[in-house]
Each structure stands twice: as C-alpha cells, then as structure tokens.
C-alpha cells in the first residue's frame, strides 16, 4: 500500500502536527541537550583521567582520597534539581495533554485483531481511516474488542493504550494539513505490525463533504457498499482482494463460483450459502491448510442487506 | 591490609582437582563449583538467547517477510527476552561471580547454606528445562511480559512456560535468601559492614530485591496459570476482570527485577575501577548506600511501565516523580567510579576496558532513562524501539560489559590460569563497537516512531534496520572471539599467579585457584578492601 | 570436615565445617528460616491484594459467595490449627528440656491435627462441589441458581487461597513427620534441634496465614 504523508518519517522526528508535538520536541531537545553534555562530561571526565593517570611504572603512588563530602553533595544535588526541572516541565505538557477539552469533535474507535475501526457520530464507519478537520479539537473515544492494543500517532506524540472492557480516551488539535501514520504500539499477535491507519487531516469544508458523502452509503449499488464494508470491517487484514495471495485466511480473488477444498469435509462449490456460512460461522467449515478458530463471527455486526452487498462485492472480485 | 594466610595444602590441590568426576560436580557443595555449574548452564543459555537475537535482526534487515513468517517472528521474540530476562541476566552475576566470590571477599568457607545453593541451580536447569521443553508443543508468542489478555487467549503453551518461569524465580529467591544470611553471618572477625567490597554490597542489595520482589511474580504467575486454565475472570475483562491489574502485579516485580539486574553489574565495576587504578574507591559510603537506596525506592516506581496503559494521570505523575528519584544514586555511583580515576595509576588491561565500555554505555542507558521517566516524553517513546535501545544499553551496555569484564577479571582467580590479553581486547572492540552500531540506531527509530515487536515495518525505517542487523553481527563475533579467548585460556593458558591484577581484596590473598575451603585460617581484617596506600 | 559439640548428655551434633559453632549455625538457619517465611508471606500477601480488589469491585458477588462457607468449620479449623502451633512449640519445648518422648508425642499430635484440619477442608470442598460450586468457567450459572454471572470469580479466589494454604499445610505436615521420626531417631538434644525449629516457625506461618484467611473469606464475606 502506497502510504503518501507528509510525516516524512526520514527525518529524526515525525513531522510535528499538533502544538503539543512542538512542545514536546522542545522538551526532547532539552534532554537531548543535558543528555549530551552529562555524557560529555561525564565519558570526557573518563577519558581524560584514562589518559592522565595511566600507569607509568608497576610502583606507582596513588593519592588515598576517600570521599570529598562537598563534591559528591554538588553532583547528587545538580543532577537532582535537573531531574525535577524536567520532571516539572514534562508535568505541564502531560497535564495538557490528558486535559479532555470540552466541546471537541467525538469519534469512537475500536481496535480488534488486526484493524481499526472508526465510528462518527453521524453513523458514519470507516476501516482503518479516520478523517478530522484542521485546528480543531478532536477527541477519540477507544475500546478493544478483543486483546490490548494502543493507538499511536509518531507525528502528534501521542499515544494510548486501547484496553478491552473499558474506554480510554486521546485528544488532540491538528495545525498541519496532511496523512500522517496511525500505528499500533502494543503486542496483540500475528499482525501487530500490520494494524496501520491513516489519520487524514483536512480544511473543515472538506471533512463536512467527506462525512457528508459518507453517509450516502445507503444509496450505493450493492457490490460498492460490500466494498465499503469489507473496507470497514477490515477483512482485507487477512483475505486478499487483488491476487491469489495468502494473508492469513484465503484468498477471495476469483472465489465466487470456485471449488473450495474443506478439512475433513466433500468439496463445497462456492456459492452465496457458503459465503454467508462463512461469515456468520466461520468454523463450520474450515479450508484445507488452514486453522481452525482464526476468523471471527460476525453474527450480530452485519444486518441482512450488508451480507448481501458483502457478497455481491465478493461476486466481483476477478 | 587485610592479613590472611593464603596457603593451601599443598602447591596442587585446589577446589577444582580436589575430587573428580562428574558426579562429584552435580553433588558438590563447594559455592565455587557451584558458581562454575552456574557459569556453564548460563553461557549455554546466553548463546542459544542470542541466536534468537540474530534471527530476529536477520529478519528485521528489511521490510516484509524475510526468513520467517509473522507467527515465527513473534515467537523467537518472545522466547529471546525469556531466555535473556530469566536464564541469562536475573541469575548472571549473583549466581555466577556472586556465587563464587561472595564467600572469599567475606572471609567465609562457603556460603550460609550450601545445600540450598545447589539446590538452586537444579532449581534453574529444572525451570530451563521445563522452559525449553515449549519449543516442542506450543510455542509461546506473549512477548516475555505476558500481558493479559492475549496471554489468556493465544492458544500457545503459557501455563508451562509461566510455571518454568515459577520455578526460576525460586531459585532466585533462594539464591538471595542464602546471601542474605552469608552476609549477615558469616563475615570473618574484623570485616565490618563498612569493610566488606563493594561487590557484597551490590550483591546485598540485590538479594533483598531477589527475596521482597520475586514471591509476587510467583503469585503473578500463578494467578495467570489459573486464569487460563479455569477462567477465573481476574484479568479477563469478558469475565469481568481487569487486564491492566496483570500490568501492575507484573511490574511490581519487574521494575525491582531490573535493579537485580543491574545492581550486581555495578558492584563489579566498583572492584576493577578500583583495582585497575591501584586508588580506594572514591566515596565508598555512598556506594554502599546508594545500592540500598536504589534497591528501596525501586519498589516504588513500576507505574513507569504503564504511564499509557490506562492508569490515571495522577498516578503517572507520582511514578514519574519517584522515578526521578531514584536516578540521583545512579547519577553518584558514575561520579564516584570517575572519580576514582582521579590521580590514580590506571591500566587498560582488558577487564578495566570493560569497566569502561560500562561506564560509557550506562551514561547512554542511563540519561535515556531519565529522558523515558518524563511524562509526555514516554508517551511518544513508550513501546517504540527507544525502549528497546535504553533497556538495552542499560542491559547489555551495563550488565553484559561487567560480567565479561568482572569473568575475565576473576578468571585467573578461578582457572589459575591467564588467557591471552590480546583476543581478550580484540572481543571487547568488536563488541563496544557492534554494539553502539547495533543499537544506537534504534534510538533514532524509536524517535521516528517505529515501535517495538514489529514483524514488519513501513519503508522508512530500512535503512537503520539494516545497520542494526549489521551491528549484531559484529557483537556476534566480539562473543564467539570472547569464548575462543576462554576456551583457549583453559586449555592452553600459562599458569597464573596469585594476584595478577595487584588486587586487595581476600581472594588475591588466595592461591590460584583457591583451595577447597577458600582459607585455612580464618582470616582477621583489620582494614577496608580498597587500602592502596 | 565438620565439628562436634558434646552436650553434658554425650550427645553430638555435627555442624557444617563453615560455622564457627553450633550456635552460629542455629542462629543463621533461624534467619534463613525466617527470610523464606517473608517470601511466603508476600506471595500470600499478593493474593490478599487481589482479592481485595474484585471485593471492593463485586461486593455483592462476594457476598453471595461467601454465603456457602460454613462459618462454624472455618472456626474449628481455627481451633486446631491454633492448637497444633501450641503443640509445635511443645515438641521444641520438650526437645529443649532433653524429653524426646513427649516431644515426639508433641509433634505427632501436630501432625494430627494438621490432618483433621485437611479433612474438614476435604469436607468443605466436596460439599461445595456437590453443589456446583466450581471454580471460573466451570461454575455453571444456571445449574447453581446464582444471581451474579461471575460468581466463578469467587470461587476461584477461593480455591487458590484455601487450595495453597491446604499445600503448605499438607507440606507442613511432611516436614513435621520428617521432624518426628528424627525425634525418635533420637539426632536432636537439647543442644541441638535446628530442624525443629525451623519446621517450627514454618508451622506457625502457615498457621498465622490461616488466620488471617479464615475472617477475610467466611466472616468479612
């Protein structure tokens, strides 16, 4: 997949897409500083004495210094007053950063194995895509539906885990205009490294037209609603589209009105019963070479004209 | 100076030709076999971690699949920290060095309990065993941390690696159980708390982590076990639980279990700074003490673990405060070691460059851990390869460097036998050099936002992968040059004197290797262990 | 190489060679005894903490559980208990005063009561599986007529708590046979008794983490 953004992950930084983000930068390049020049002193210190005190002859006389109680008071209290400074100035910016703003545009997100889904207020749902208007207060409301996952965005430096059972929740205001990566940052199996989103950012009469024509879905022909669930659903997390290729399930490409080889079971033609059996109870039958409980069931998250347009997009796929 | 008569029985026999036969080593009670059983089992843990570790960097060295597919990956991950976190470096240097040297730097013949110490290490191939045993059913692909509740769901083999897991952590506590009383007990006449080395301190400190903090992973573990086998519902939120409850019985013990890491490390540093500048230590006291306050304030800061997991603010600011804190007598100890230095006579045999290879890399670890302790700051880097990069700079940058530096310091001591000076250095270039290029990349990666236990990775990242897995090369060979240097010292190494290094501590006072019972006389201290006057 | 100490009684005891006395290495084996009781106590601790916990979370689920236990056989297995450290302190006690045969007796009666209290717990268990009161998964809410669908979770805290005392009582009990039958072996004197006391303190742990379980789990419900 193509991922155009203007993150420009080449750089040491993400490319700061929110206030906090040029905070905090700010406060990296502090550490970053202080961090040096401890090193320096302390690496240069080492260095230096290495190379001044090296061993001349096998009598040498070494000076007995036990303690200096002055100089060790000095560095135990300077690192100390370093590290409560930075502590405080780290306080702020967290302080604001888990500050949930009032009034902030809501959108509900779930992460699942292996995909993000987005939920607008308006009913609008979207797979691994959240669109947001710039400069404006935007809060995300996360759940999990199955193990942990974390929701973090390199460009905004911020980040929160998405815990099963319970919301937890992000905010942020972006001033860039932009694409920028949405990865998942906690352990959750197979595909962890392939639960990526886009966080898109646009001008607020964009984003009305967008949700706007988000909304029509239920004017779209069949198969093209299929696709915007099979988008939103994320079942291209593990089924191909576009070629035979395995991701974690089969592949659908040219699937409709094949063979399907079953484990332990006669040969099934497939056909609409099949596929709506597979995406109701995926267990019932299992293709040869794959394993068993891997699919999830969707009873209950798909009404009746869903499946049929998740089928007739699946009629479409060669 | 220390007096202590140091000769054994006669010129040949020592602790290592005193019986023969295997069956005389799986039976022996002598602390020193037992920490050469230790130094064995561990080393073969340590190789077998690292070829994980090499695999891991082979199929990291570009994007998509490579020589794996992502299940695979996500198990040679899992089994990597396992192996690392609890056969390699938790048991390390106490079991090992500790084990060895704790007794003779005291005056002692053996530890307090000697059967118990056996016992332990039968305890740790038992728990290793078990461990291994995974790799044959189900493999497991938690992540070392096991969190909740996908360890509760994945259908890999947790309950027997959690019950291995269980199993070392016994023979850790027993480990410092058994030093705790050694060092309460038996110092010889003369060696008060303030005489003793400064590597019985670290080893001090560490075991009272090994005994308040482990009993709660056991418990943590336990309650994991019954979480999967019965469905309790503690930590599965389906059930009503709470996943991020595992998060903090897990760190409780995991953020003190770093500190059994690292303590012992900076007790053997303590002895080749001060050896190898032929100087007292500078500010000993403080050393002393800024290990027991490390080893305190450690059981207070877990939350640093978790200041995304879901856990209020409010208590990401008290852990980040206390986290802080505990910085301050890390920050001394790098002072006083420097200061050590100072108007000293030093020389750069190979222990000492591993003293300073820790010195440098800990100094990197460790501002990078500060830098994590800052709120917003851990936010951007918690779980991205930043971590990675600090833990392992602090681990492997910190302890690894010691207990090569502290094995080839001790090793004429232990073998009575000098290996060659010359590979000794060649492995620790390869390794301070492929090591800084192995992982200081992944600061950078981390900072561009790549995050951790990835499989796969989004184009920009290639290039500092690759120069990572270049890097992991050049460590390998450091080890396999470090091992030829040992193996090649047993075999052919010249005999070595008593006190090669001009040591004074009480087992320089010892022949090479020391006899059976480490000293005929008990010996009577009348000063500290640093009097280089 | 080991040292003998003789007691006026002609009595030896051999201490291991890296004491400098018997008394040393009776006073390092109480301190070691004592180090590993603090582990127990804080793997035991932990579990408290959990089951405070879900308490303070489900208070009505636990109370609803805790209806099945029998206050009255949680109490006497208190009793006895109690009774069996005093009997372990005995069996020092006569050990101390060079009476091994009541000292063996002493510890015999330990051993039985340690029985009698693993029979009452055999009684509660049976009779809780009786009534379907499984542990998690196994609870079947139904059959059991529970109002609250996670009545497995108290359960399960139940057996872990009750289930790992029950082995360390079980294991107290082997160690005190062990103890016994070096008793009538006739190895302790009254200058040497080590073992015994180590089993000792071991015992009264054991006891005193029953007495902190039997409130929280039957009478606190």
């Known amino acids: 997949?193509?991922?155009?953004?203007?993150?420009?992950?080449?750089?040491?930084?993400?490319?700061?897409?929110?206030?906090?983000?040029?905070?905090?930068?700010?406060?990296?390049?502090?550490?970053?500083?202080?961090?040096?020049?401890?090193?320096?002193?302390?690496?240069?210190?080492?260095?230096?004495?290495?190379?001044?005190?090296?061993?001349?002859?096998?009598?040498?006389?070494?000076?007995?210094?036990?303690?200096?109680?002055?100089?060790?008071?000095?560095?135990?209290?300077?690192?100390?007053?370093?590290?409560?400074?930075?502590?405080?100035?780290?306080?702020?910016?967290?302080?604001?950063?888990?500050?949930m703003p009032k009034d902030a545009l809501e959108v509900h997100v779930f992460g699942k194995q292996w995909a993000w889904e987005f939920?607008?207020?308006?009913?609008?749902?979207?797979?691994?895509?959240?669109?947001?208007?710039?400069?404006?207060?935007?809060?995300?409301?996360?759940?999990?539906?199955?193990?942990?996952?974390?929701?973090?965005?390199?460009?905004?430096?911020?980040?929160?885990?998405?815990?099963?059972?319970?919301?937890?929740?992000?905010?942020?205001?972006?001033?860039?205009?932009?694409?920028?990566?949405?990865?998942?940052?906690?352990?959750?199996?197979?595909?962890?490294?392939?639960?990526?989103a886009t966080l898109k950012v646009v001008p607020q009469a964009e984003y009305d037209a967008w949700l706007e024509e988000e909304s029509q879905v239920g004017t779209l022909p069949l198969a093209k609603r299929g696709e915007k669930i099979f988008s939103v659903k994320a079942c291209a997390s593990c089924h191909s589209v576009a070629d035979?290729?395995?991701?974690?399930?089969?592949?659908?490409?040219?699937?409709?009105?094949?063979?399907?080889?079953?484990?332990?079971?006669?040969?099934?033609?497939?056909?609409?019963?099949?596929?709506?059996?597979?995406?109701?109870?995926?267990?019932?039958?299992?293709t040869k070479g794959f394993p068993k409980g891997v699919m999830p069931t969707f009873q209950g998250q798909l009404n009746e004209t869903e499946l049929n347009a998740l089928i007739e997009y699946i009629k479409t796929l060669k | 100076m220390a007096t202590a008569a140091a000769h054994g029985h006669s010129s040949d026999k020592n602790y290592l030709n005193e019986t023969s036969g295997i069956w005389s080593w799986l039976t022996t009670l002598d602390h020193k076999r037992i920490g050469i059983m230790y130094f064995i089992s561990v080393m073969f843990f340590f190789l077998l971690g690292g070829i994980m570790a090499l695999l891991l960097r082979l199929e990291l060295m570009s994007p998509g699949p490579t020589i794996m597919t992502a299940d695979t990956y996500n198990q040679v991950m899992t089994y990597h920290g396992a192996i690392m976190v609890f056969m390699v470096i938790i048991p390390g240097i106490p079991a090992i060095l500790g084990n060895f040297f704790l007794p003779i730097h005291i005056g002692a013949k053996d530890v307090a309990f000697p059967k118990l110490n056996l016992l332990s290490w039968y305890l740790l191939m038992t728990g290793a065993l078990l461990a291994f045993s995974t790799l044959f059913t189900h493999k497991i692909d938690t992540g070392w941390t096991f969190y909740t509740p996908y360890s509760i769901k994945?259908?890999?083999?947790?309950?027997?690696?959690?019950?291995?897991?269980?199993?070392?952590?016994?023979?850790?506590?027993?480990?410092?159980?058994?030093?705790?009383?050694?060092?309460?007990?038996?110092?010889?006449?003369?060696?008060?708390?303030?005489?003793?080395?400064?590597?019985?301190?670290?080893?001090?400190?560490?075991?009272?982590?090994?005994?308040?903090?482990?009993?709660?992973?056991?418990?943590?573990?336990?309650?994991?076990?019954?979480?999967?086998?019965?469905?309790?519902?503690?930590?599965?939120?389906?059930?009503?639980?709470?996943?991020?409850?595992?998060?903090?019985?897990?760190?409780?013990?995991?953020?003190?279990?770093?500190?059994?890491?690292?303590?012992?490390?900076?007790?053997?540093?303590?002895?080749?700074?001060?050896?190898?500048s032929r100087k007292t230590i500078f500010g000993y006291t403080a050393i002393a003490y800024s290990s027991l306050g490390i080893a305190g304030v450690s059981f207070f800061v877990w939350g640093h673990h978790m200041f995304v997991s879901g856990q209020s603010a409010t208590a990401g600011i008290v852990f980040s405060f206390i986290t802080m804190l505990v910085g301050v007598p890390t920050a001394i100890k790098m002072f006083n070691w420097i200061a050590t230095m100072y108007k000293g006579s030093v020389q750069m045999?190979?222990?000492?460059?591993?003293?300073?290879?820790?010195?440098?890399?800990?100094?990197?670890?460790?501002?990078?851990?500060?830098m994590l302790a800052v709120l917003p700051i851990d936010v951007h880097f918690h779980d991205t390869y930043f971590v990675v990069a600090h833990f392992h700079y602090v681990m492997v940058g910190g302890t690894l460097m010691a207990i090569m530096g502290g094995f080839f310091y001790w090793f004429p001591k232990m073998f009575g036998k000098m290996y060659n000076e010359a590979t000794a250095r060649l492995s620790f270039v390869f390794i301070f050099i492929g090591f800084n290029v192995t992982f200081f990349p992944q600061f950078v990666l981390g900072a561009m936002g790549m995050p951790r236990r990835y499989f796969d990775y989004i184009p920009a990242y290639h290039s500092l992968n690759t120069i990572s897995t270049v890097g992991s090369w050049l460590i390998a060979t450091g080890f396999l040059i470090g091992l030829y240097t040992i193996i090649n010292g047993l075999m052919k190494g010249e005999k070595a004197p008593a006190n090669p290094w001009g040591g004074k501590t009480l087992e320089w006072t010892t022949t090479s290797p020391p006899p059976h019972f480490n000293f005929d006389v008990e010996p009577v201290i009348t000063a500290g262990p640093y009097e280089y006057r | 190489m080991s040292t003998d100490s003789h007691s006026a009684h002609g009595h030896e005891h051999h201490y291991a060679h890296h004491f400098r006395s018997a008394e040393h290495e009776y006073l390092t084996s109480k301190e070691g005894i004592w180090l590993f009781m603090v582990t127990e106590i804080l793997m035991f601790g932990g579990l408290f903490v959990g089951y405070s916990i879900f308490h303070n979370i489900y208070p009505e689920m636990f109370a609803e559980g805790a209806k099945s236990l029998d206050w009255k056989m949680g109490f006497i297995n208190t009793l006895v208990l109690i009774f069996s450290s005093l009997t372990m302190a005995l069996g020092i006690f006569f050990l101390q005063k060079n009476q091994p045969k009541k000292a063996a007796m002493s510890l015999a009666i330990t051993i039985l009561c340690g029985a009698i209290f693993m029979v009452i717990k055999y009684l509660e268990y049976t009779h809780k599986f009786h009534l379907g009161l499984f542990p998690g998964?196994?609870?079947?809410?139904?059959?059991?007529?529970?109002?609250?669908?996670?009545?497995?979770?108290?359960?399960?805290?139940?057996?872990?708590?009750?289930?790992?005392h029950g082995i360390h009582v079980l294991l107290g009990m082997c160690l005190i046979s062990w103890c016994l039958f070096r008793t009538i072996r006739g190895d302790f004197n009254p200058n040497y008794y080590t073992a015994v006391e180590g089993v000792g303190i071991f015992w009264h742990i054991v006891d005193l983490i029953w007495i902190f379980l039997f409130p929280l789990l039957y009478l606190v419900g």
């Open chain 2, 154 to 276: 994945t259908g890999t083999s947790v309950v027997t690696m959690v019950i291995a897991a269980f199993i070392m952590g016994m023979s850790s506590i027993l480990t410092g159980l058994n030093f705790i009383a050694t060092v309460h007990k038996l110092r010889a006449p003369g060696m008060t708390m303030y005489r003793i080395p400064l590597f019985v301190w670290a080893l001090y400190s560490t075991a009272i982590l090994q005994v308040l903090a482990t009993p709660v992973l056991g418990i943590t573990l336990l309650l994991l076990s019954v979480e999967r086998a019965f469905g309790v519902g503690i930590f599965d939120p389906a059930l009503g639980g709470d996943p991020v409850l595992f998060q903090h019985f897990f760190w409780f013990y995991s953020h003190p279990a770093v500190y059994i890491m690292i303590l012992p490390a900076m007790g053997v540093v303590s002895e080749l700074i001060a050896t190898f």
């Open chain 2, 349 to 370: 045999q190979s222990p000492m460059l591993y003293a300073l290879g820790f010195l440098f890399l800990f100094a990197i670890g460790g501002v990078t851990g500060i």
């Open chain 1, 119 to 196: 939920e607008y207020k308006s009913g609008v749902k979207t797979g691994n895509l959240v669109v947001v208007p710039v400069n404006k207060d935007v809060k995300l409301i996360m759940t999990s539906k199955d193990v942990l996952h974390s929701f973090y965005i390199p460009s905004f430096r911020i980040k929160q885990d998405v815990v099963p059972g319970r919301y937890t929740a992000l905010w942020f205001n972006a001033d860039k205009l932009g694409e920028f990566h949405v990865f998942c940052a906690e352990y959750c199996g197979t595909q962890h490294s392939g639960m990526l």
């Open chain 3, 137 to 164: 998964r196994y609870l079947d809410v139904a059959k059991v007529g529970a109002e609250h669908a996670n009545l497995g979770m108290y359960f399960g805290f139940y057996y872990c708590m009750t289930g790992l």
């Open chain 1, 1 to 99: 997949m193509m991922w155009f953004n203007l993150a420009q992950a080449q750089s040491f930084m993400p490319t700061e897409g929110t206030k906090i983000a040029t905070q905090v930068d700010n406060l990296y390049a502090f550490l970053l500083l202080a961090s040096f020049v401890s090193c320096v002193i302390l690496i240069g210190g080492m260095v230096y004495f290495v190379w001044k005190y090296r061993r001349k002859t096998d009598h040498d006389k070494t000076a007995y210094i036990t303690h200096n109680t002055f100089l060790e008071f000095l560095w135990s209290f300077i690192p100390l007053v370093i590290f409560l400074a930075v502590f405080g100035w780290g306080w702020y910016i967290y302080h604001d950063m888990r500050t």
């Open chain 1, 244 to 286: 035979a290729s395995t991701k974690v399930g089969p592949s659908l490409w040219k699937k409709f009105a094949a063979t399907e080889h079953i484990e332990g079971e006669p040969d099934v033609n497939v056909d609409e019963n099949y596929l709506r059996e597979s995406i109701l109870t995926p267990n019932a039958k299992i």
